[in-house]
T-cell receptor, first 105, second 113 residues
Framework: GQNIDQPTEMTATEGAIVQINCTYQ??????LFWYQQHAGEAPTFLSY????GLEEKGRFSSFLSRSKGYSYLPLKELQMKDSASYLC??????FGTGTRLQVFP | EPEVTQTPSHQVTQMGQEVILRCVPI?????FYWYRQILGQKVEFLVS????????KSEIFDDQFSVERPDGSNFTLKIRSTKLEDSAMYFC???????????FGDGTRLSIL
């Protein structure tokens, strides 16, 4: 089976740094993907990892450890517009429930 | 930047009626997907499509659902006899490869009355 866990909600203030974690269990692994979804909108692609380590991609990097079934998305210098749900997904894609991040001034 | 387009943006249909949701994937992409998201819930995989056939489908994608690529640009999802619980946002996505990032359309909000 497949199982993806991520925190349901997080809060932070503008300018802060947060790390959104994701753990997964899956039969067959082709990659882990991070998407951002604002309320009422489509998911938009942020970053993905196929191999272990940190994948740096501008503001949105992502880290993967396949042996631990773990990934995280570090968000730096938070802005109000970063308030959204952050979705972790594996392979085809099987999505987690998403982490709703609220950024406060 | 190329994008996935979906029509209509909102579809209202009577229960029991057939509905067709349309998508135009990014032109050089070869892998196509449908997802749904019931209000307040997570995005759920329905089906993937490659080389003119279904490559994988979920338990949600039962006999009431079908997909088709009727021409070189469109990719459609048909629900044969809609039920109230089919009310959801339906997203189409496409990618250039099986482990390449998927790009989503803006979705079709389907409301079943």
């Amino acid at each position: 089976g497949q199982n993806i866990d991520q925190p349901t909600e997080m809060t932070a203030t503008e300018g802060a740094i947060v790390q959104i974690n994701c753990t997964y269990q899956t039969s067959g692994f082709n990659g882990l993907f991070w998407y951002q979804q604002h309320a009422g909108e489509a998911p938009t692609f942020l970053s993905y990892n196929v191999l272990d380590g940190l994948e740096e991609k501008g503001r949105f990097s992502s880290f993967l450890s396949r042996s631990k079934g773990y990934s995280y998305l570090p968000l730096k210098e938070l802005q109000m517009k970063d308030s959204a749900s952050y979705l972790c997904a594996v392979t085809k894609l099987i999505f987690g429930t998403g982490t709703r991040l609220q950024v406060f001034p | 930047e190329p994008e996935v387009t979906q029509t209509p943006s909102h579809q209202v249909t009577q229960m029991g009626q057939e509905v067709i949701l349309r998508c135009v994937p990014i032109s050089n992409h070869l892998y196509f997907y449908w997802y749904r998201q019931i209000l307040g819930q997570k995005v759920e995989f329905l089906v993937s499509f490659y080389n003119n056939e279904i490559s994988e489908k979920s338990e949600i994608f039962d006999d009431q659902f079908s997909v088709e690529r009727p021409d070189g640009s469109n990719f459609t999802l048909k629900i044969r006899s809609t039920k109230l619980e089919d009310s959801a946002m339906y997203f189409c996505a496409s990618s250039g490869g099986p482990i390449q990032p998927q790009h989503f359309g803006d979705g079709t909000r389907l409301s079943i009355l």
